[in-house]
């Protein structure tokens, strides 16, 4: 029984083991969810506003390369580009709630697959 979950977790591209990543793993898990992740898109994604007040850059500033504060509780922010903070997109559980929370702040819902596929393909790209 366990390993058949642990195959179908692998099967669905979900890092199995202790949740720890790469950007890269985390990207083709995503892509293998939806398509390949532009890097155009997802910087167009990260500076607009979906309609709510904030967009991405709101807090994580464009580019996103340096320490930042949060726009209403002023906490200190590190790097969003994983070339410049190597302990970004590390953690799949991490980026995973994370992803969630700041989705919900700018778009009202869950991030898909794509979008998160776009924006780490940008992201990974800054230097």
């Given amino acids: 029984m366990c390993k058949k979950l642990l195959l179908a977790f692998s099967l669905l591209g979900f890092s199995v083991a202790v949740l720890s990543?790469?950007?890269q793993d985390l990207l083709k898990g995503y892509e293998s969810q939806s398509a390949k992740g532009s890097p155009s898109r997802g910087e167009q994604f990260f500076n607009v506003k979906h309609g709510k007040e904030w967009s991405c850059a709101s807090c994580h500033e464009n580019p996103p390369n340096h320490d930042t504060k949060h726009i209403v509780?002023?906490?200190v922010?590190?790097?969003?580009?994983p070339n410049v903070n190597p302990d970004r997109f590390t953690d799949q559980a991490k980026v995973e709630k994370w992803f969630k929370r700041n989705c919900n702040d700018v778009l009202g819902r869950e991030c898909t697959a794509q979008e998160k596929a776009d924006v780490l393909s940008?992201?990974?790209t800054i230097k």
């Fill in 21 to 23: 990543a790469t950007p």
């Fill in 77 to 81: 922010i590190k790097p969003l580009s």
């Fill in 122 to 124: 940008w992201l990974m």
């Fill in 73 to 75: 509780t002023g906490k």
